[in-house]
């Protein structure tokens, strides 16, 4: 048999996002092979790169002028080796199988670190939410609902959100799988409070990134105070990134969407940060309007076709990828070294290159990869699970404390697995080889399914 990217570069020749993703924890886990070869008899790297489940559907609805429009649907059923499938589903036009088995790969691994009893899966669609009325994007998450419904359940694969998913599309997809199934259960998470939501799940990704900086900031004897962030994206990770630094007195001077970037050297503080949320989650509006009202900001559109992505090229102390994959090359990764990073924490899904990680690495940056910084957000769904199963709602400052606790598990467990393995400090494979243990172990257990 040849390697694991052998088996999968000739199975999926152009699953690029996902050969990046198995690149990498292939990787960081071959020491922990080495050292136990029955995960190498039991066939657990075959296995685990291959999705149990893959599902694909066509998703038709009618928009506002009366036009039939078809869109892909898919979900990911990675693996329920700890749990039922558990991971968002992302609405953007660049949606396809290979993102979001990427994604459904990460969400395995980030999974078993938050401590709960949750497996890994990813779903989505090519549909682009930007531009359309409410009403389109009802129809469309209905149309999504119908196929969906039968492939999900509270104790089968529990949905949630990601990007271009936010709490009214889980509204309406909640409300058509409630009434195809005549049955209302805890079947998605991101709901909203009235009927079945957990407080601090809007927050819970962005405010878990920071507390693991704040983590990593504690090793050196440091914390977030006074620091100069740079944060990318503008929408529920970074918002409440943006939210948690101000609160532990950090400053964050910029934001981004997809088309570019703002900088505002006075900092994004309170006020500023809720015409913001206003612009974004109400108006559904573009960045660049944020320097309208606040004109000491400058907006940057982005190059696309520019070796480097200028938001990178600041000073900081810290940096926080919010937006999307592959968002920190080679070159913007030696932008932020030169400019003097101390400290980089992904909310975003791999948001950085595997050039871009060796330069972290090498120049001994405290480097958090998003499966460990960002699985703030999934650990507080995990709890939303468990507060619909026993039907009873945490207070905002339980859930809180209970999602402190978790990332300070999860740093932890990826110090302490990275020493084991000889990499003191090396966050990458602490984070791959504490996830990686935890899913191999269990399937152990299981035997060959
Ligand atoms: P949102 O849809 O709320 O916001 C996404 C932001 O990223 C927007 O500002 C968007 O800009 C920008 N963006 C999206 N795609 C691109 C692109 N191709 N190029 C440049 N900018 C882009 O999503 P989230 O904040 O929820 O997600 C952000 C990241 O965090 C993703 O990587 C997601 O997988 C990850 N994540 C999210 C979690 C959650 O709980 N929501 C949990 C863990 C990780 P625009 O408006 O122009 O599209
Ligand atoms: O990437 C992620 O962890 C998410 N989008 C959140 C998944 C979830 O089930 O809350």
């Not at 914390?223 to 400053?251: E, R």
């Not at 990828?321 to 920190?328: D, F, M």
């Not at 769904?381 to 619909?388: K, T, V």
């Amino acid at each position: 048999m040849g390697t694991i990217m052998d088996i999968i570069t000739a199975r999926d020749p152009f699953e690029k996002e996902f050969h990046q993703a198995v690149t990498e924890v292939v990787e960081s886990v071959k020491p922990v092979l080495d050292k136990n070869p029955e995960y190498r008899h039991a066939g657990i790297m075959e296995r685990i790169v291959e999705p149990e489940r893959v599902i694909q559907f066509r998703v038709p609805w009618v928009n506002d002028q009366g036009k039939v429009q078809i869109n892909r649907g898919f979900r990911i059923q990675m693996s329920s080796a700890i749990g039922p499938y558990k991971g968002g589903l992302r609405f953007h036009p660049s949606v396809n199988l290979s993102i979001l088995k990427f994604l459904a790969f990460e969400q395995v691994f980030k999974n078993a670190l938050t401590t709960l009893p949750i497996g890994g899966g990813k779903g989505g669609s090519d549909f682009d939410p930007k531009g359309k009325s409410d009403f389109e994007v009802m129809r469309f998450c209905q149309s999504f609902m119908s196929e969906l419904y039968r492939h999900i359940g509270s104790v089968t694969d529990v949905p949630a959100g990601d990007i271009g998913v936010g709490g009214r599309e889980i509204g309406y997809l909640f409300g058509m799988y409630k009434k195809l199934k005549n049955e209302f259960s805890g079947v998605l998470t991101g709901k909203s409070l009235n009927w079945g939501g957990s407080l601090i799940r809007p927050e819970a990704t962005g405010y878990g990134s920071v507390f693991f900086a704040d983590e990593m900031l504690s090793t050196h004897n440091d914390n977030l105070k006074d620091k100069l962030c740079l944060v990318s994206g503008s929408g529920n990770v970074a918002q409440y990134t943006t939210q948690k630094i101000n609160q532990l007195g950090g400053k964050v001077v910029t934001l981004s969407d997809s088309s570019g970037y703002i900088f505002d050297e006075q900092g994004i503080d309170k006020d500023k940060l809720q015409h913001l949320m206003y612009l974004k989650n109400v108006k559904r509006g573009r960045i660049k309007e944020y320097v309208e009202k606040y004109p000491e900001a400058v907006f940057t559109p982005f190059d696309t076709s520019a070796a480097h992505n200028p938001l990178w090229d600041h000073k900081a102390n810290c940096a926080f990828p919010s937006a999307t994959q592959n968002e920190i090359n080679k070159k913007d990764a030696q932008n932020l070294v030169n400019n003097g990073i101390t400290t980089v924490c992904e909310g975003a899904n791999m948001p950085t290159t595997p050039g871009g990680i060796e330069v972290f690495l090498d120049n001994k940056i405290l480097y958090a990869p998003g499966k460990a910084a960002n699985a703030g957000g999934v650990a507080v769904s995990g709890l939303e699970m468990s507060q619909n199963s026993m039907r009873i709602k945490w207070s905002a400052q339980e859930v809180e404390a209970k999602l402190k606790g978790i990332m300070h598990s999860i740093h932890s467990a990826c110090v302490a697995a990275a020493e084991e393995y000889g990499t003191p400090g090396n966050y990458v494979n602490g984070a791959n080889i504490a996830g990686f243990v935890k899913v191999a172990d269990s399937m152990m257990d299981q035997g060959i399914v």
